[in-house]
């Protein structure tokens, strides 16, 4: 029976062209070794206030070591926040939740709507430019990954880094090149690297997105009980997991989105976008606008192509290490792994049966409309499979803990978190969160 069982699971692998080594394709992919001296760089100034214009938010604001470097709201907090991140973090919500920067290095398309994109879906090349929105378009294209490039972004968004700042987004990405070439400790650091600087050129902040890149590169976890057994390690994985796969493989079709092979990296993403019918969740203390005659939607990708067929579409998430999400979906609608995962095999019944009662305070007002949304729902999310109970246990079993690698636990990241920074800010406050680990 269980070798049956294995026989099938690896034809699975094998004709979707799963490896189970895509971390170790990492320096290759790159063409060089990764830089530990950029990447410690990297490290502070991901920590490092300074980055934010307004000095009160940093890329690990929206993305905690604590929550396994996912958002630790179901909604974004960015400027204005009380230096907490976690439950207790509080200031004035943005439209979504900031996705998770695990493997990001793999992924070919970036943020929920898409708007970061390497053209040749191959975010290592650059051959065919990456496509940014308004104001970059194609102008960062020179930048040899898409995280280096993408990491010119938040520093220019009011609602995440910039706040009120006076002035362009030239002026806001030199401002916070200044700032950082002003401290001493960075200018040292950044001369170990770069011998432009170390002949007296100031830091850019092509440096500074160098080094933020390179230390992502160091955020790879993709040594999963799936990657163990598809390197030959039948024991790696339970009989359960090993049922939930056939599943997410097979009838429960949700390999069909959820891919693996090709492009997708084994990141278990299409990185297409498609409509769920998630609840649309506004809150309360809001500094982003909200879409539609109540300015209470959020339209998605037509945000960024204009199409009104693209309202309500969102990027498949990938699915690696979820269990130590502390939300799902794109607002951060179902804080159960389980309740994400039953949305997509009855989305009408999840959406009217939808509460905010497990949301924060601040995300427990109105509900946005959901008859249209639901009226565009994905073709598989319309015609779900029917799974027992039984099933389901399995298929969970499956997301939560077949696909979770160890390394990526709160536990093992907090040491990243440096005792202080350069410019001597204040580093935040890392709290636990009693909700990660898939379960509720």
Not at 92 to 115: E, V
Not at 158 to 172: K, L
Not at 202 to 217: D, N, S, T
Not at 386 to 398: H, K, R, T, V, Y
Request: hydrophobic share 40%; net charge negative.
């Amino acid at each position: 029976m269980e070798a049956a069982l294995d026989a099938d699971l690896s034809a699975h692998l094998t004709e979707r062209g799963f490896t189970g080594r895509v971390e170790a394709t990492l320096e290759e992919r790159l063409g060089r070794p990764v830089d530990p001296r950029l990447a410690e760089i990297g490290r502070l100034l991901f920590f490092d206030p300074v980055l934010s214009l307004t000095r009160d938010n940093s890329c690990s604001g929206c993305h905690g070591p604590n929550v396994s470097f996912n958002d630790s709201r179901s909604i974004a907090i960015g400027v204005g926040n009380n230096g907490v991140v976690g439950p207790g973090r509080r200031g004035p919500h943005n439209q979504r939740r900031a996705p998770s920067i695990l493997n990001a290095a793999f992924f070919p398309r970036l943020m929920w709507d898409s708007r970061f994109i390497a053209n040749g879906l191959d975010p290592f090349r650059n051959d065919r430019g990456f496509t940014f929105p308004p104001p970059d378009g194609a102008a960062l294209s020179q930048l040899p990954h898409l995280l280096a490039a993408q990491a010119f972004t938040p520093v220019i968004n009011r609602h995440e880094m910039a706040g009120s700042f006076n002035g362009s987004h030239v002026d806001m990405r030199a401002e916070v090149a200044r700032r950082v070439d002003a401290i001493d400790e960075y200018r040292s650091l950044f001369a170990g690297v770069f011998g432009e600087v170390s002949d007296g050129a100031p830091v850019r902040l092509e440096h500074i997105a160098a080094a933020i890149a390179e230390f992502e590169f160091t955020l790879v976890r993709a040594d999963a009980p799936i990657d163990r057994f598809a390197r030959g390690d039948h024991g790696a994985m339970t009989t359960a997991q090993k049922r939930g796969a056939q599943l997410f493989f097979g009838r429960a079709k949700c390999g069909e989105c959820h891919i693996v092979g090709r492009f997708a990296n084994e990141m278990f993403s299409d990185f297409e976008p498609h409509v769920l019918g998630v609840p649309q969740v506004v809150p309360t203390d809001g500094i982003q606008p909200f879409d539609g005659p109540g300015a209470d939607e959020d339209y998605g990708l037509e945000q960024q192509t204009g199409r009104e067929s693209d309202r309500y579409k969102f990027r498949t998430q990938p699915l690696r290490n979820a269990a130590y999400q502390p939300a799902y979906m794109h607002n951060g609608a179902f804080v159960c792994l389980s309740d994400a995962i039953r949305h997509h095999l009855d989305a009408a019944g999840s959406v009217r049966a939808f509460t905010t009662d497990r949301l924060e305070p601040t995300l427990r007002g109105s509900l946005g409309p959901m008859e249209p949304v639901l009226a565009r729902l994905h073709e598989f999310i319309r015609n779900p499979p029917q799974l027992s109970d039984e099933e389901f246990g399995d298929l969970l079993a499956f997301v939560r803990d077949g696909l979770t690698d160890p390394r990526a636990a709160p536990q093992a990241l907090q040491q990243l978190v440096p005792l202080r920074v350069p410019s001597g800010l204040p580093v935040h406050r890392f709290e636990p969160d009693a909700r990660l680990g898939g379960q509720c």
